[in-house]
């Protein structure tokens, strides 16, 4: 059974289209994260929730919006994307009461804008 | 601004050797480490972590050294395994929700 999971896997979609993309997780855990994954590899936190509470904001343009409507769940959505929206985007998750830095990683989901 | 870096983008190690990989930080506030193993296709998975107060954690192949005083810390694998063949990632964080992540190193062990 996944434990974190991303859907969709790929997604390919123009520019000025918005989009969203699901993340669940059946751990128990608390926290919810979004990472990027850009062109030079690096992970970026963009956002992460704590028991549905915002408590992770990047910088991130506010194109995007992060939702968790439960502890198990949290959907990223991107308005009006661009060229640069262009990368893989991580869920994790982790336990705020043990090592919440131990995060748990779905298995991305590959954004490309043409 | 990236404050954990890996400068070697890729390593090649022979089957049964050790493979050793590296990572720096410029935050000394950081006080807990770990590296992460991502394979294609799929997100990182958790592989070993360091506490700040530590100098050295084992876990079975896996070995993490760290050297505050040089803000460097290392993974040691042995021994490798073709199976190891992945990309490994070095975090850092000041003990809270958010991780800094390096660029990665791609490890490919030979037969």
């Known amino acids: 059974d996944t434990a974190v999971s991303q859907t969709p896997k790929y997604l390919v979609t123009q520019m000025g289209n918005d989009k969203s993309i699901k993340c669940e997780q059946n751990?128990?855990?608390?926290?919810m994260y979004w990472y990027k994954q850009d062109s030079k590899k690096f992970l970026k936190i963009m956002f992460s929730?704590?028991?549905?509470?915002?408590?992770i904001n990047e910088t991130v343009p506010n194109r995007f919006s992060p939702k968790s409507p439960d502890k198990a769940h949290l959907n990223l959505h991107i308005n009006s994307l661009e060229l640069g929206d262009s990368a893989v985007y991580f869920c994790a998750s982790s336990q705020s009461t043990r090592t919440p830095y131990e995060q748990y990683f779905g298995p991305g989901t590959r954004l490309t804008v043409t | 601004d990236q404050q954990v870096k890996q400068n070697s983008p890729s390593l090649s190690v022979q089957e049964g050797r050790i493979s050793i990989l590296n990572c720096d930080y410029t935050?000394?506030?950081?006080?807990?480490f770990l590296w992460y193993k991502k394979y294609p296709a799929e997100g990182p998975t958790f592989l070993i972590s360091i506490s700040s107060i530590k100098d050295k954690n084992e876990d079975g192949r896996f070995t993490v050294f760290l050297n505050k005083s040089a803000k460097h810390l290392s993974l040691h694998i042995v021994p490798s395994q073709p199976g190891d063949s992945a990309v490994y990632f070095c975090a850092a964080t000041m003990n809270d929700y958010k991780l800094s992540f390096g660029a990665g190193t791609t490890v490919t062990v030979r037969a």
């Open positions: 935050n000394s506030m950081f006080d807990y």
């Open positions: 929730y704590n028991n549905k509470e915002l408590i």
């Open positions: 751990l128990g855990h608390d926290t």
